[in-house]
């Protein structure tokens, strides 16, 4: 009984790992990663609402909490571009891919910057470093992208196909269509723009862009005012994109649109 006694106190004195409490550097270490976490989707959410500056005050904090974090330089990077800051979206941009090469979100995203800048050739290189990761669970936005620059650059052939392998990917997705009916538009061939806009209400699919594209076809028709009332839609509904901006021209080229009937469909 004594020897058990003695090996017992023996056990205590030399303080088993397994009988301790967490030290204060892990304690202190499990406090800041769980801010770093908090900040960070924090900063995400914010961007899912585009409220860029506030993402970018989150963000900025994530970063300081974890400064080789390849993900918060996408997130900056991305608040940065919602905000108009190209350098600095680039810079983020680049400092993602450089703490993970294979970081496909990110490369895709620095395309989106160098599409912005009309640097066409770097924008196809960085959506086909993109392409290169089998693991991409979004390859449908780099070959959109990649279509989009090859567009710009005179490669009809590879456009197209860049184009219909984003919709082979996902059959849902809005830019690929918005890019083709933009496409055949550019190419005067109105059947084939018209029928890819005929798909898009077939299958139930709705976007800024198409509700455009739906007003400007009826625009075309003749019908005044089912035209106007996609505009005011479209002026209403999404009124800080690019769209609405169309729009607004549009309405103010058909003229006043009260006198056509129109009025906001839900």
Request: net charge positive; charged share 25%.
């Amino acid at each position: 009984m004594k020897k058990g006694w003695v090996l017992l106190l023996c056990l205590v004195a030399f303080g088993v790992t397994g009988c301790q409490g967490p030290s204060r550097v892990t304690m202190e270490k499990e406090v800041r990663e769980g801010s770093f976490r908090l900040k960070y989707k924090l900063g995400l959410s914010y961007i899912q609402s585009e409220r860029y500056k506030d993402a970018l005050l989150e963000l900025l904090e994530a970063q300081r909490l974890n400064p080789s974090s390849p993900k918060v330089y996408n997130g900056l990077g991305v608040a940065y571009l919602g905000l108009g800051e190209l350098d600095k979206a680039q810079e983020s941009f680049e400092k993602a891919v450089t703490l993970n090469p294979g970081y496909s979100e990110a490369h895709t995203n620095l395309a989106t910057v160098y599409i912005q800048r009309r640097q066409w050739d770097k924008a196809v290189e960085e959506c086909t470093k993109a392409l290169d990761n089998p693991l991409y669970m979004s390859p449908e936005v780099a070959y959109n992208n990649r279509g989009y620059a090859y567009q710009m650059m005179g490669k009809d052939r590879e456009a197209l196909l860049d184009y219909y392998r984003a919709l082979r990917y996902n059959p849902k997705f809005p830019k690929a269509y918005e890019n083709l009916i933009a496409y055949y538009l550019s190419k005067d061939d109105m059947v084939r723009a018209r029928g890819i806009l005929d798909d898009t209400v077939a299958i139930g699919l709705k976007s800024p862009g198409l509700i455009f594209y739906r007003a400007l076809f009826s625009n075309i028709d003749g019908d005044k005012k089912r035209a106007c009332e996609l505009f005011q839609r479209l002026v209403k509904e999404f009124p800080l994109t690019s769209w609405a901006k169309k729009a607004r021209a549009y309405i103010d080229l058909i003229g006043n649109c009260d006198a056509h009937g129109a009025t906001i469909l839900r």
